[in-house]
């Protein structure tokens, strides 16, 4: 569910209220009025999560969407914004091909190239199989590989100290259609 504050800007993204209820018990309105009462507008996001995790037995998942969602409906952070301030996006992609090519999709200069044109990746950390980080231009890449069995992966991207909400929006779409070129790529 997304709320807006005219004029067409985004300024919440949330589970579904059908999903929210189903997994804690409450809708939205229900979370933001019990949060409003215990005075989470004036808490910080750390406590506001590990209230709803140790007081009201909340799973840590759904602690921290309720708790970002409460921020971003109250004005406390846009989409897009970390609890620290910071600007960021992220995106995943589910692949029929094993961790080791997608890897290589990132690793491999010339197999990049390919699908992300430019020469602003530069590597950064790598744990073969796992995980891996690079620098980007000014911001930085954290990119995670997940094995949905022998010939699947899940790739999943967050890029982080962006400069802004305008470049979270062109980032956020940018990713999309460069994760569907690296599954083109791969699948073919």
């Given amino acids: 569910m997304t709320r807006s504050a005219g004029a067409g800007k985004k300024i919440t993204e949330k589970l579904s209220?059908?999903?929210?209820?189903?997994?804690?018990?409450?809708?939205?309105?229900?979370?933001?009025?019990?949060?409003?009462?215990w005075g989470a507008a004036g808490r910080t996001h750390t406590e506001?999560?590990?209230?709803?995790?140790?007081?009201?037995?909340?799973?840590?998942w759904y602690a921290q969407s309720i708790t970002v969602g409460y921020e971003q409906e109250r004005g406390l952070r846009e989409v897009g914004q970390s609890s620290t301030g910071d600007w960021?996006?992220?995106?995943?992609?589910?692949?029929?091909?094993?961790v080791a090519r997608?890897?290589?999709?990132f690793t491999d200069a010339?197999?990049?190239?390919?699908?992300?044109?430019?020469?602003?990746f530069s590597l950064?950390?790598?744990?073969?199989?796992?995980?891996l980080s690079a620098d980007y231009g000014n911001s930085?890449?954290?990119?995670?590989?997940?094995?949905?069995?022998?010939?699947?992966?899940?790739?999943?991207?967050q890029h982080t100290k962006l400069a802004d909400a305008a470049e979270v929006a062109a980032y956020k779409a940018f990713w999309k259609e460069r994760l569907a070129a690296l599954k083109t790529l791969l699948e073919s």
């Fill in 140 to 157: 930085r890449l954290s990119v995670s590989f997940t094995p949905k069995g022998e010939s699947k992966t899940q790739v999943a991207l």
């Fill in 17 to 37: 209220v059908d999903v929210l209820k189903a997994a804690t018990g409450r809708n939205w309105d229900a979370w933001f009025a019990l949060l409003d009462a």
């Fill in 88 to 98: 960021q996006t992220s995106g995943s992609r589910t692949v029929e091909t094993p």
């Fill in 102 to 105: 997608c890897e290589a999709a």
């Fill in 110 to 120: 010339g197999v990049r190239r390919r699908w992300l044109p430019g020469s602003e």
């Fill in 124 to 131: 950064r950390t790598h744990r073969a199989g796992k995980t």
């Fill in 48 to 60: 506001i999560a590990r209230h709803l995790t140790d007081d009201l037995a909340v799973d840590g």
